[in-house]
């Protein structure tokens, strides 16, 4: 997706109302805050990699195949280009990547900020 479509899908998941289930996990080189003070929510300060978003760059990035068919409301990722779908189950994937870490250690790191009233 080029960067006015990461952008357009940030403000989408920043509308989200919290505790939905739909806020999506995110990566640890993505950081936002999502300003809730006038209603919906707005992004702001959404960074890739310590930088900004560059409206004209391809950003690639990998999801389910739920999300990326548009459920939970996220249609955004319907007009993403260049798909590729491993037919991998979800759970098999977080279960490789746990055997492959050892331990997880849940942890809140600061990458996302919600701003309220």
Known sequence: MNGLQIIELFNFMAAITLGSGAVP??????????????????????????????????YRFSTNDYLMNGGDGYEILLSATDQFNTSRLLSYVVMEYIKAQGTITPDIDGRLTIISR
């Open 25 to 58: 996990q995110i990566s640890s080189d993505v950081s936002f805050a999502i300003d809730k003070t006038a209603g919906a929510g707005v992004i702001k300060e959404l960074t890739i990699g310590g930088e900004p978003i560059d409206p004209n760059r391809i």
